[in-house]
């Protein structure tokens, strides 16, 4: 197994670019447990790395008892680490699990969930594969559940077209945040439509080889409508096109990679 994600995570220093972005990630976290429905808070991470978001924020919430549900990554030693951090924490209702969160089953205990983390994933995956994870989300949210997820805004700028995706698959924005001093962004959204059905075996996204992701400064095929501009108009002014999310968008043919360990692009 790579190291590389082991090796990313040592980039978490304190006033860093991660860093950084990991306080924004941490206060959007907050404010969806803190606007959460009573009872039981269903969590689905993917591609958690060692899950230093969510655990982060838990350590001191109130609602933390609450929380239930999986953290998945295949990196070994970051899901060790993860572990030894649940346990110190107490939260016997979490379980850090070791697969591959680009397939659909493996988050299927969580399912429907309140909270679904994806970030450090749409840097690392082509532009189809985002478009098909977003459409693919609302089988993964409960009704209301939050999307918390991270992408640069590196040349050409796809975050414009995130967030209208995110509109058409049924979603309304709560944020959107870029992280001072780099091109990192963090955004969150709550699917307002009815979920769609859950269905196993469906493959999300796959990672793809380093030099190949688009946060590696090489663009992967950009999924726009004809004379849809890269900087777009703000999510919130368009439409949803509930019709358009739920048809799934084209196969990727870009070669398979590495899936399922959040690289924290």
Same mark, same amino acid.
């Given at each position: 197994?790579? #190291?590389?994600?082991?090796?990313?995570?040592?980039?978490?220093?304190?006033?860093?670019?991660?860093?950084? =972005?990991?306080?924004?990630?941490?206060?959007?976290?907050?404010? $969806?447990?803190?606007?959460?429905?009573?009872?039981?808070? /269903?969590?689905?991470?993917?591609?958690?790395?060692?899950?230093?978001?969510?655990?982060?924020?838990? @350590?001191?919430?109130? %609602?933390? /008892?609450?929380?239930?549900?999986?953290?998945?990554?295949?990196?070994?030693?970051?899901?060790? %680490?993860?572990?030894?951090?649940?346990?110190?924490?107490?939260?016997?209702?979490? #379980?850090?699990?070791?697969?591959?969160?680009?397939?659909?089953?493996?988050? $299927?205990?969580?399912?429907?969930?309140?909270?679904?983390?994806?970030?450090?994933?749409?840097?690392?995956?082509?532009? =189809?594969?985002?478009?098909?994870?977003?459409?693919?989300?609302?089988?993964?949210?409960?009704?209301?559940?939050?999307?918390?997820?991270?992408?640069?805004?590196?040349?050409?700028?796809? !975050?414009?077209?995130?967030?209208?995706?995110?509109?058409?698959?049924?979603? $309304?924005?709560?944020?959107? =945040? !870029?992280?001072?001093?780099? !091109?990192?962004?963090?955004?969150?959204?709550?699917?307002?439509? $009815?979920?769609?059905?859950?269905?196993?075996?469906? /493959?999300?996204?796959?990672?793809?080889?380093?030099?190949?992701?688009?946060? @590696?400064?090489?663009?992967?095929?950009?999924?726009?409508?004809?004379?849809?501009?890269?900087?777009?108009?703000?999510?919130? =002014?368009?439409?949803?096109?509930?019709?358009?999310?739920?048809?799934?968008?084209?196969?990727?043919?870009?070669?398979?990679? %590495?899936?399922?360990?959040?690289?924290?692009?």
């Amino acid at each position: 197994m790579s #190291r590389e994600w082991v090796a990313w995570h040592e980039g978490y220093r304190p006033g860093s670019r991660l860093a950084r =972005r990991l306080a924004i990630v941490r206060r959007l976290i907050r404010s $969806a447990l803190d606007h959460a429905p009573r009872g039981r808070i /269903r969590l689905l991470s993917l591609c958690a790395g060692d899950g230093r978001d969510i655990l982060g924020v838990l @350590a001191d919430h109130p %609602r933390a /008892r609450e929380v239930e549900g999986l953290l998945i990554d295949r990196e070994r030693a970051l899901v060790a %680490r993860g572990r030894q951090r649940l346990a110190a924490l107490g939260l016997s209702r979490l #379980r850090f699990v070791r697969g591959d969160a680009s397939r659909s089953t493996s988050g $299927a205990p969580a399912v429907p969930a309140q909270l679904v983390l994806a970030c450090g994933i749409f840097g690392n995956v082509s532009d =189809r594969d985002v478009a098909r994870t977003i459409a693919e989300l609302p089988r993964l949210c409960a009704r209301g559940g939050t999307v918390i997820w991270t992408r640069g805004r590196f040349p050409p700028d796809l !975050t414009p077209t995130i967030r209208r995706w995110f509109v058409e698959a049924g979603f $309304a924005e709560l944020a959107f =945040r !870029t992280v001072r001093g780099s !091109t990192a962004a963090v955004g969150a959204h709550r699917l307002r439509s $009815a979920p769609l059905p859950f269905r196993r075996g469906l /493959r999300l996204f796959t990672f793809l080889p380093k030099a190949q992701r688009p946060s @590696a400064g090489r663009p992967s095929r950009a999924v726009r409508p004809a004379g849809e501009p890269a900087q777009g108009v703000s999510a919130r =002014r368009r439409p949803p096109n509930r019709a358009r999310a739920r048809r799934p968008p084209p196969r990727s043919g870009s070669p398979r990679g %590495r899936a399922g360990s959040r690289g924290r692009r």
